[in-house]
């Protein structure tokens, strides 16, 4: 059943690769490494399969970016997939639970919730308070993906109440609404505000710090490429990998 499954989630996927074919590198078999990351890696893991590629020659990067929920899901309902890249613990542990991780995972990186406005701030934006006057519209995720959860948390923690003006499927969704005008703000990562810098500003409150996210990664039980999944794992997480992640926006894990 996990093998009908798989096949079907590999024609429906759109996986987005990162890069070009070849012969296999050694201990590197099949060529190919397929991670599923959440959304908000797009930018960073994009960089970092270019990266891999090209210090393994031969091996080609697929990811799948989308919001952690759904891709732990396709992950547990046969979706063919080598490593998988969490936006919160609470994700990665449908995995786990689900005996699908090859191993424990670690943390890779931190992320932390701001607001972001239009350029300029034409609505004066300061804090979570401000997101709850008449007829601002915001833009948040759904609550069962990691953005949408610690939105609830900071806005719990604040006292805020509000209505959103929409629900998004992951952060990427939730800053589109503001890039296209159709809300005054969004509560997004930092490291998507600061991938749109230039569209959006980023303003930062006090209660982010009551939510802030862990990005565990771990290699697949069901993995195709195993040996390949192993060296694009130790690859995101050497001091080179966490450059690029940190020069995202990303915070090194605790203890790095």
Same mark, same amino acid.
């Not at 943390?107 to 804090?127: D, E, F, S, T």
């Given at each position: ?8 989630a590999?024609?429906? +996927?759109?996986?987005t ?12 078999? /099949? ?5 599923? *990351? ?7 893991? &994009?960089r ?24 732990? &899901?396709?992950? &547990? ?6 490593? @998988? ?7 990665? =542990? ?25 350029a /300029?701030?034409?609505? =004066?934006? *300061?804090?979570?308070?401000?997101l ?24 719990g923690?604040?006292?805020?109440? +509000? ?34 810098a ?6 930062? @409150?006090?209660?982010? *710090? =009551? ?8 290699? +697949?039980k ?7 999944a =192993?060296? @694009? ?16 926006? @990303? ?6």
């Amino acid at each position: 059943m996990r093998a009908a499954v798989a096949a079907t989630a590999a024609l429906t +996927l759109g996986l987005t690769g990162c890069g070009g074919a070849g012969e296999p590198a050694a201990g590197d078999a /099949g060529g190919r490494v397929t991670v599923f *990351a959440a959304a908000s890696l797009t930018e960073s893991f &994009t960089r970092l399969g270019r990266d891999f590629e090209a210090a393994h020659p031969g091996i080609t990067v697929t990811v799948n970016f989308a919001g952690s929920s759904a891709l732990a &899901t396709q992950i &547990t309902q046969g979706a063919p997939a080598d490593v @998988f890249v969490a936006a919160s613990p609470a994700t990665m =542990r449908t995995v786990t639970d689900a005996g699908d991780a090859a191993g424990e995972p670690v943390v890779l990186v931190r992320n932390q919730l701001v607001i972001a406005v239009p350029a /300029g701030n034409p609505g =004066r934006v *300061a804090g979570l308070a401000d997101l709850a006057g008449p007829g601002v519209k915001v833009a948040l995720c759904a609550e069962q993906v990691p953005c949408g959860a610690a939105a609830q948390a900071v806005l719990g923690a604040a006292g805020v109440r +509000l209505t959103p003006a929409t629900l998004e499927r992951d952060v990427k969704g939730a800053l589109a609404k503001v890039r296209l005008g159709e809300a005054d703000a969004a509560l997004v990562y930092r490291t998507d505000a600061r991938s749109a810098a230039g569209d959006v500003d980023a303003v930062e @409150f006090p209660e982010s *710090a =009551r939510a802030v996210n862990d990005y565990p990664v771990v290699v +697949l039980k069901h993995a195709g490429n195993p040996d390949g999944a =192993r060296a @694009f794992v130790d690859h995101v997480r050497s001091a080179a990998g966490l450059a690029v992640l940190t020069a995202a926006g @990303f915070q090194a894990p605790q203890g790095r």
